[in-house]
């Protein structure tokens, strides 16, 4: 059995997408569950995250053709004449392990964007395949190298055939949306190529009969999204602000559910998972150190007010991720979260 793949994905960026990852990643893994990171995004803004420039420089500078450290040397060899490397991943915590994105995955676009149509044909579809999956190949080898329980992505804010690719190996997608007409729009977008997708890739599963190798169902089921205010400017309107807001919940459910309630292993649930403050000056203080905001302590300079607002914090990303998980579990019908040990 596949371990499940959840993405967060919205086709409008600078809404705090790639922080929200971080944070529930690692929220995930305080929570007993046994998390891998997959940072897809060419600008690798979710390596940098985790590690430190010195690290990034160890692993991105390696010329060795079997290097296996990030997600493009990984499929490197793909373009050449090799197959899939199995993933070095890179240990953050005993439950928290993250396979890097790298800048040159960006060139991986045009292989992807070939390989699209041949997947159609008649012939050999084993390297169309191949390259097409090898996300979700990566992903899963990661997984099944930390015995992880749920693989999280992280990709760019557009449409291209990187972001198909990931996609069509994800089996939920949560949208992390702000209150402004460009996230009313992403959704508009959103919806439409989700189904374009997931029946596109059904044609294509449907057209190689007997695969060699596993391949992903494409589900992409929504789970919802999460109320972000990062992006929240502080001139604006409070009213401006809420009018946004309010016509959310209704695009969503038009776009992305068809007018459909969320329904997920039979049980209903609000579009909305959750909501996350803006944490202001929080957040330079923990990107500084590298720790999500919920780990910073008085030697990260979290004193005073900080040290109520690192509290609060820790909260809102509990009780969001706390959501993220009984819809997961339920969608699969067994339960995620795990009873945790002390991380060591």
């Known amino acids: 059995m596949s371990i499940p793949v959840l993405t967060f994905f919205n086709n409008k960026g600078g809404v705090g997408k790639t ?6 990643a690692w929220m995930l ?4 569950v046994r998390v891998v990171a997959v940072d897809l995004d060419p600008q690798a803004n979710l390596t940098s995250a985790f590690l430190s420039e010195d690290d990034l420089e160890v692993i991105w500078e390696s010329t060795s053709p079997s290097s296996n450290r990030t997600v493009y040397q990984c499929v490197k060899p793909l373009m050449e004449v090799g197959d899939i490397l199995g993933p070095q991943t890179q240990r953050i915590n005993p439950r928290l392990h993250l396979v890097p994105g790298d800048l040159g995955l960006a060139s991986f676009e045009d292989f992807l964007s070939q390989e699209w149509p041949n997947s159609l044909g008649s012939g050999s579809l084993f390297r169309s395949f191949r390259v097409l999956t090898a996300f979700w190949q990566i992903g899963q ?4 190298q930390t015995g992880a329980d749920l693989i999280l992505a992280d990709v760019g804010p557009n449409l291209g055939a990187i972001n198909r690719s990931a996609l069509i190996g994800t089996d939920y997608v949560a949208t992390p949306l702000a209150a402004d007409i460009f996230s009313l729009q992403g959704l508009r977008n959103l919806g439409p190529m ?3 997708w997931r029946a596109d890739w059904a044609k294509r599963k449907a057209n190689w009969n007997s695969p060699t190798f596993s391949l992903p169902d494409g589900g992409m089921t929504p789970i919802g999204y999460v109320m972000m205010q990062h992006s929240e400017r502080l001139a604006r309107p409070v009213k401006a602000y809420k009018k946004w807001g309010d016509r959310i919940p209704e695009t969503y459910k038009r776009s992305i559910l068809q007018n459909d309630e969320l329904v997920l292993g039979g049980q ?9 403050r803006h944490y202001r000056s929080l957040v330079p203080m923990a990107q500084e150190v590298r720790k999500p905001i919920f780990k910073l302590s008085t030697s990260d300079g979290a004193i005073g007010s900080h040290s ?13 991720t706390k959501a993220i998980v009984a819809r997961l579990s339920s969608a699969r019908g067994r339960q995620l979260l795990v009873s945790p040990a002390p991380l060591i």
């Open 19 to 24: 922080s929200l990852v971080f944070h529930v």
């Open 268 to 276: 209903e649930f609000d579009a909305l998972v959750g909501s996350l």
């Open 308 to 320: 109520y607002a690192v509290r609060d914090a820790s909260s809102d990303f509990r009780s969001l």
């Open 141 to 144: 080898m990661a997984a099944e």
């Open 29 to 32: 893994s305080e929570m007993g």
């Open 194 to 196: 989700l189904r374009s």
